[in-house]
């Protein structure tokens, strides 16, 4: 596999079988799910919510890493609540998704929120995936 990441930190192996009707786990056993498409009412999750719980620890961990910069210590309670859409666009023919990051920074000031977020989301590996592909609002508490 080519990359053009400079150095790797960390690679996360998965197996999947079945699409949204199927299972996925990971290699060294710490998650093993059944999948199935939204609003179907049958057990498992499907992919807009893994990708919705990914995007928010990730998002806290850029968070952590700008507060760290700044001498700020983060509320023990910061938390982000991500609403993640599949929808269509181009008339029905292709496929979307949208995401609403709610973040919640309990105590801060307001300009220093802002001010997190905003260098957070520069940082912030599925914040630089997303950019120019998925529209992503933030939308701070």
């Given at each position: 596999?080519?990359?053009?990441?400079?150095?790797?930190?960390?690679?996360?192996?998965?197996?999947?079988?079945?699409g949204?009707?199927?299972?996925?786990?990971?290699?060294?056993?710490?998650?093993e799910?059944?999948?199935?498409?939204?609003?179907?009412?049958?057990?498992?999750?499907?992919?807009?919510?893994?990708?919705?719980i990914?995007?928010?620890?990730?998002?806290?961990?850029?968070l952590?890493?700008?507060?760290g910069?700044?001498?700020?210590?983060?509320?023990?309670?910061?938390?982000?609540?991500?609403?993640?859409?599949?929808?269509?666009?181009?008339?029905?023919?292709?496929?979307?998704?949208?995401?609403?990051?709610?973040?919640?920074?309990?105590?801060?000031?307001p300009?220093?929120?802002?001010?997190?977020?905003?260098a957070?989301?520069?940082?912030?590996?599925?914040?630089?995936?997303?950019?120019?592909?998925v529209?992503?609002?933030?939308?701070?508490?």
């Amino acid at each position: 596999m080519t990359s053009s990441l400079e150095t790797i930190l960390y690679t996360a192996h998965t197996h999947t079988t079945g699409g949204r009707n199927g299972s996925g786990r990971t290699d060294d056993g710490a998650l093993e799910l059944a999948l199935s498409p939204p609003g179907s009412g049958r057990p498992g999750t499907n992919p807009e919510q893994l990708f919705g719980i990914g995007y928010s620890a990730c998002f806290i961990g850029a968070l952590q890493l700008a507060a760290g910069k700044l001498n700020v210590k983060l509320p023990a309670d910061t938390a982000v609540d991500a609403d993640v859409s599949l929808g269509k666009t181009h008339g029905d023919a292709d496929f979307q998704l949208a995401v609403t990051l709610n973040i919640h920074l309990p105590g801060l000031d307001p300009a220093l929120r802002r001010q997190l977020v905003e260098a957070e989301h520069r940082t912030c590996p599925y914040s630089r995936m997303t950019r120019g592909y998925v529209e992503v609002d933030l939308a701070i508490a």
